[in-house]
């Protein structure tokens, strides 16, 4: 029998039960439908993240304090001789609430060299105004989410306009100065050290002078000449100061993460193929069944010299088709289903991060060789649910199954 014979003849059986081949199919469906939802969702975060992460610049150390111990002005010197570190970028950071057109917001505030703030951020523009000054202390940059609230109605910031901004010293104590909005800066998005689009960005001595803090630092941010030297200058760092400083790297976080996020993905991809297993029970189970409803007609086929290989490929061929009609409509479905379920799922959180936070934003990632796979997964499971009872069918005696009832 042609092999253009026996598709036609499968696709006829499969057609002739129709709910019976949908209903087993759509396991198939199922199963490969959450195959490319769970991994594309997974690659699409932490895709969203390792972006968000580099935005920083790859080349970027951030230098901590640990519990007990502080970092001073004095301490900047011996950092930049480290070998490696193109320049030092210390910042403050600290909460403080906006009074503006009689309501009030609380934000966290970043004292930083505004020019030094395009070393830490590459990229980073203003949407409109201008940069502070390094020893302004009565001007600050806005980011994009404060200047432009989801409720539109909530607040109004525009350049010029005046602010009373109440910085929260210590043990309590509130020092309120009334500050000009100087520039509003251009949505970025990056999570490190901070985000850009949801704090107030005033000069570093400003900070230091307003929250009290007598020229001690929050953190220090090390950018390196080349981030193939981020490790050697991590390395000097901790040899240095050891315990007393906590030392975060991007390149090393996005490494990490590409690493976890592999692992993840390969996790759920393993739980989402328990439903193809499962799929593929019902597939033998409802192939078994054909076999016996036809009987008589394998009997007859045999009597008129069909060939234990041609029956067997009769039946093969049908729970082949539905893995792979099952596989194909599967990935369809789950592709657009990633879509609906991503933002569903994310489109109203918020990351924080330092105080800070932004919307997330995943577009899932569908790779050739994750669709490929949840495709030969599909049409694999089809198969080999498929070899026992074609291999029932095939060692049937002519005589007795043309007896059959």
């Known amino acids: 029998m042609k092999f253009k014979d026996t598709v036609l003849l499968a696709l006829s059986a499969l057609r002739y039960r129709k709910l019976r081949t949908t209903l087993t199919m759509l396991g198939v469906i199922i199963g490969t439908s959450l195959v ?61 609430t906006l009074s503006i057109s009689g309501k009030t917001v609380n934000v966290i505030v970043t004292g930083i060299d505004s020019n030094l703030l395009t070393e830490v951020f590459p990229g980073l523009e203003l949407a409109e105004g201008v940069m502070p000054g390094k020893y302004d202390f009565a001007s600050l940059l806005v980011g994009a989410n404060i200047a432009n609230p989801i409720e539109e109605d909530e607040y109004q910031l525009t350049v010029g306009q005046t602010v009373n901004v109440a910085f929260r010293r210590a043990q309590g104590k509130f020092y309120v100065t009334a500050m000009i909005v100087m520039g509003i800066l251009e949505s970025y998005g990056s999570i490190m050290p901070f985000s850009v689009d949801d704090t107030v960005v005033i000069s570093l001595e400003a900070a230091d002078s307003l929250f009290n803090k007598r020229h001690y630092y929050d953190a220090l941010i ?46 759920l991809g393993l739980i989402a193929a328990v439903s193809l297993i499962v799929a593929s029970i019902g597939i033998a189970n409802i192939m078994y069944i054909s076999v016996i409803e036809r009987t008589r007609l394998i009997g007859l086929l045999k009597a008129l010299g069909a060939t234990e290989l041609t029956i067997m490929m009769l039946f093969m061929m049908e729970s082949t088709l539905i893995g792979l009609i099952g596989g194909a409509i599967g990935i369809a479905t789950g592709i657009a289903l990633s879509y609906v379920i991503g933002p569903y799922i994310f489109g109203f959180t918020r990351a924080p991060f330092m105080g800070g936070g932004m919307a997330i934003e995943i577009t899932p990632v569908f790779s050739f060789d994750l669709i490929v796979t949840a495709f030969l997964i599909a049409v694999l499971s089809g198969v080999i649910a498929g070899i026992y009872p074609a291999r029932k069918a095939a060692k049937l005696d002519p005589v007795v199954a043309l007896r059959q009832e």
């Open 36 to 96: 490319i939802i769970l991994t594309s969702q997974t690659a699409g975060l932490s895709q969203y993240f390792v972006t968000q992460v580099s935005k920083t610049g790859l080349n970027s150390i951030f230098v901590m304090p640990a519990r007990g111990h502080r970092i001073s002005a004095y301490d900047i010197p011996s950092f930049s001789m480290i070998s490696g570190v193109k320049v030092v970028v210390p910042i403050i950071r600290g909460p403080v």
């Open 222 to 267: 090390l950018i390196a000449e080349d981030v193939s030297l981020v490790d050697q200058i991590i390395e000097s760092v901790n040899d240095i100061y050891g315990q007393n400083v906590r030392v975060i790297a991007p390149s090393q976080i996005v490494e990490t993460m590409n690493r976890i996020s592999s692992q993840i993905s390969t996790f």
